[in-house]
């Protein structure tokens, strides 16, 4: 099965990034745009998984992260990873970054021994297109989007899997946060 850990986004929140990414994807040539109920942060991918794994890593996740408290995260801007395909568009982080890389740190070293997983470079973001092609790379200068404020309230992992050829990612396990 192939795993991620991530922090869900409210509905509400998903709507409004998706017409912030609108916005921008408009000025596109083309792109793949991430589904709206896909939109979340991913702390760790994990990658294939068997489900005796899938225990161990909720064992991990329970034990390094049952001292943080639900937090508040600050939706804001746009930028992009650069592709040879085509560039990944994405949305960053104000406030509440800080406690995310908190949250991955806590977890990271632990998942990686576990597992035998590199330790990549943590960026926070929401992915929103692949594949984006545009004309003139000024476009990315017209990033400005509406600050969007939500409270993660809880770590979850996540089945990434296709349901009739659409890529969906399942909640699996959900560990909250201290409320308050």
Known sequence: ?????????????KKAIDIESDKFLKYCESYKKVELDNYHVTLKFMGELSVSDLEDLE??????????????????DLGFFEKKDGNILWM????????????????????NERFKLDKGLFS??????????????????????????FTAKEVIIFYSHRVDDVLT?????????IEG
């Open 1 to 13: 099965m192939r795993i991620f850990v991530g922090i869900d986004i409210p509905e509400d929140i």
């Open 92 to 111: 960053g982080m104000g406030l509440g970054v800080g406690r995310l890389k908190e949250i991955h740190k806590a977890i990271d070293d632990k998942i």
């Open 59 to 76: 064992d991990i996740l329970r034990e390094n992260i049952k001292g943080f408290k639900a937090f508040d995260v600050h939706l804001k």
């Open 124 to 149: 926070p973001h929401v992915t929103l297109a692949r594949k984006v092609i545009v004309e003139d790379m000024n476009t990315f200068k017209k990033n400005k989007t509406k600050e969007l404020i």
């Open 169 to 177: 990612y399942t909640p699996m396990t959900k560990i909250k946060l």
